[in-house]
C-alpha cells in the first residue's frame, strides 16, 4: 500500500492537479482533521485552556468604546473638540462624540491616569439582571488595552511624518490590516496565522484529538492556519456532514431521497476502495477520516446543553423595541440572535472538550459590518449593544455548573484598526491604534494596559490631521500575552510571532502584564 501523503502535501498537489469532484474537494476542506505535528508535550493533567478571537471586521471605532470619562477634565475636553462635538440628530449631526452624561464610568484602578468610562451600551441590563463589559471590568475579569495596533517597529511622530521609520504595509487597508492581524506580520506576507503557529507547537498535547484544536465558527480564516494544523469550520448547530449523504456513522440518516441514496452509494463505494495512485488513495482516506470525525464531533457536540439562554433562544427577552423568540425557529428580531447563537456553539464544543480529546483550542468569531463611514453613532449603538449582550450571555454560560470555565477561556477583540476621531461629515474613515478588550478568569482585569493617546490633534499621538493614533503597543505584544499563557514557551514565541523581538524579549511574564500565568 503506498504511503500516505501529509495533508500539507496532498493540498499542494491537488492545487497543481486536475482534480475531479470539486464537490467532494470542497467538503474535505471544511471537514479538515488535524494532523500530526512537530510539537511540544503539555504538562500532565486536565489543565484545559482556550482563546477566543472576536474579530470586529471593518474597523471599529473604538475609542468611542472606550473614552476619558467626563471626571477626566482635559482628556475629556479634547476628545469632544477633536471629535467634533458631542452628537446631537438635530443640533449636531455631525459630532462624533458622546455625551458626559451618557457615558458608563469605569471603576477607579491606581494606575489610571485619568477617569475612564465606556459605550453606554456596555451599561448592564437591570431589567434583565445581565450584567454589562462595564461590571465585568468592575469585577476584575475584563481589562482593556488601550492603543495597540499594527507596527514594524518603534515608530513617534517625527520618524512617522519623515519616513525615516518602518511602517506596516499597506496602512489604512482592510484587506492588509486584517491579514496583519491574524498573522502578526507587518512586513511581506504571510499565509499562516499566529494561531496556526501556535497550534503546530501545541496540538500534539491533545492526546487522540479527534478534530483540529483550532475551531472556527465563521468559516476559514487566516489566523487559524497553521503548516500542519488548519481550522475546523461548525455552524450553530455543530458539524456538517456531506450534502445528501447517509453516513453510517450518523444517526438518523440524513436523506432517504433518491438523490441522497445514489450520492451515498457513489461516495461509500468511492470509501471502499484501495487505491494505488497515491493522491487518490491520500483523498480518499483523509475524506473518510474527516467523515467519522465529523460524526464524533456531532454526538459530542449535541449531549453538550447549556443552561444559559442567549440571544435567539427562547425565553431570552431582549430590550425594546426587540421582540423575544418564540422557538428556535421564530428567534424574533433581535439583531443579537446570529452572534448570540455562534456564541453558544462555541460554548457548548468547549463543554464538549474531553469527549473529544481536547485540551487545548482557538475559536473564531467574524462579527463584521464595522466599516461606518456614516451614521456611526446610531450603529455603534446598535452593535455595541449586541456584543455587550452576547459576551454577558457567554460569560454566564462559562459559569455554568458542569461547564465552570472562566478560569480556563481567554476571549480577546481585535479589528482591522480604529477610524479617525474626525468626523467625514456622515461618519469616521480608517485610522491605525485603537482600543481592545480581553475577558477571562485568567486576565489581570479591572485596569487599562497601556497608553491612552492624547486626543488633541496637535499632541504628539496623532500623526494625520484627520485624527489617526499611531499605536503605542504592537499587536505582537498583545498577542505574546495570549500565545504565552495558552502554553508557547518563552523560547518557542519567535516561531509563533515573527517579529517580537522588534518589541519584547521573550521571557516567562508577558510583556503587558495582562495575563496571570
Not at 188 to 212: K, P, Y
Not at 406 to 425: E, M, P
Request: a neutral charge; hydrophobic letters at 35%; one cysteine or more.
Amino acid at each position: 500500500m503506498p504511503r500516505p501523503l501529509s495533508r500539507r502535501d496532498f493540498l499542494g498537489q491537488a492545487s497543481c492537479a486536475a482534480v475531479g469532484s470539486l464537490g467532494l474537494l470542497s467538503t474535505l476542506l471544511n471537514l479538515r482533521m488535524a494532523n500530526s505535528a512537530a510539537a511540544q508535550g503539555l504538562p500532565a493533567g486536565e489543565d484545559y485552556r482556550a482563546l477566543v478571537c472576536l474579530f470586529f471586521a471593518g474597523g471599529m471605532d473604538s475609542y468611542n468604546l472606550l473614552v476619558p470619562s467626563a471626571a477626566s477634565g482635559t482628556p475629556y475636553a479634547s476628545y469632544v473638540t477633536t471629535r467634533g462635538g458631542v452628537y446631537d440628530a438635530t443640533a449636531n449631526a455631525d459630532g462624533l462624540a458622546l455625551s458626559s452624561s451618557d457615558i458608563v464610568p469605569l471603576a477607579a484602578h491606581a494606575t489610571d491616569p485619568f477617569g475612564f468610562g465606556v459605550h453606554p451600551r456596555c451599561a448592564d441590563d437591570a431589567a434583565a439582571a445581565r450584567p454589562g463589559i462595564s461590571s465585568l471590568y468592575g469585577q476584575g475579569h475584563l481589562a482593556f488595552v488601550a492603543n495597540v495596533g499594527t507596527l514594524a517597529e518603534r515608530l513617534t511622530k517625527t520618524t512617522y511624518t519623515n519616513s525615516t521609520g518602518k511602517r506596516p504595509s499597506g496602512l489604512y487597508s482592510h484587506a492588509d490590516q486584517v491579514r496583519q492581524w491574524h498573522t502578526s506580520v507587518t512586513t511581506g506576507s504571510s499565509n499562516l496565522g499566529w494561531a496556526g503557529r501556535a497550534a503546530d507547537l501545541l496540538h500534539a498535547g491533545n492526546t487522540d484529538a479527534r478534530v483540529s484544536m483550532n475551531i472556527s465558527i465563521s468559516g476559514n480564516n487566516t489566523w487559524q492556519t497553521g503548516r500542519s494544523i488548519f481550522n475546523y469550520n461548525i455552524s450553530t448547530s455543530g458539524s456538517s456532514l456531506p450534502s445528501d449523504y447517509n453516513s453510517p456513522y450518523a444517526t438518523p440518516v440524513v436523506k432517504n431521497t433518491d438523490r441522497g441514496v445514489a450520492r451515498t452509494s457513489g461516495i461509500d463505494n468511492m470509501l471502499q476502495q484501495e487505491y494505488q495512485n497515491l493522491l487518490d488513495h491520500t483523498f480518499t482516506q483523509n475524506f473518510r477520516d474527516s467523515i467519522e470525525a465529523s460524526a464524533a464531533f456531532r454526538d459530542a457536540f449535541n449531549d453538550a446543553t447549556l443552561d444559559t439562554t442567549f440571544p435567539g433562544d427562547p425565553g431570552y427577552v431582549p430590550p425594546e423595541p426587540y421582540t423575544a423568540p418564540v422557538s428556535t425557529s421564530s428567534r424574533g428580531n433581535d439583531p443579537a440572535v446570529n452572534l448570540g447563537q455562534q456564541f453558544k456553539a462555541i460554548v457548548r464544543t468547549m463543554k464538549a472538550r474531553q469527549t473529544l480529546g481536547l485540551r487545548r483550542q482557538t475559536f473564531f468569531i467574524n462579527y463584521g459590518g464595522w466599516d461606518h463611514h456614516d451614521e456611526v453613532i446610531n450603529s455603534m449603538d446598535r452593535m455595541v449593544d449586541v456584543v455587550n449582550r452576547c459576551v454577558a450571555a457567554y460569560w454566564a454560560a462559562l459559569g455554568e455548573p458542569g461547564v465552570d470555565l472562566r478560569d480556563k477561556v481567554t476571549l480577546y477583540t481585535a479589528s482591522d484598526f480604529a477610524r479617525t476621531l474626525t468626523s467625514n461629515g456622515a461618519g469616521s474613515d480608517h485610522a491605525w491604534g485603537g482600543n481592545a478588550f480581553a475577558l477571562g478568569g485568567a486576565v489581570n482585569g479591572g485596569r487599562v494596559y497601556g497608553n491612552y493617546p492624547d486626543l488633541a490633534l496637535n499632541s504628539n499621538a496623532i500623526v494625520t490631521s484627520r485624527g489617526a493614533t499611531l499605536p503605542s503597543i504592537s499587536v505582537d505584544e498583545y498577542f505574546a500575552e495570549f500565545a504565552l499563557w495558552l502554553g508557547v514557551t518563552p523560547g518557542q514565541l519567535d516561531a509563533v510571532l515573527p517579529r517580537i523581538r522588534n518589541f519584547y524579549t521573550p521571557g516567562p511574564l508577558g510583556p503587558l502584564g495582562l495575563m496571570r500565568a
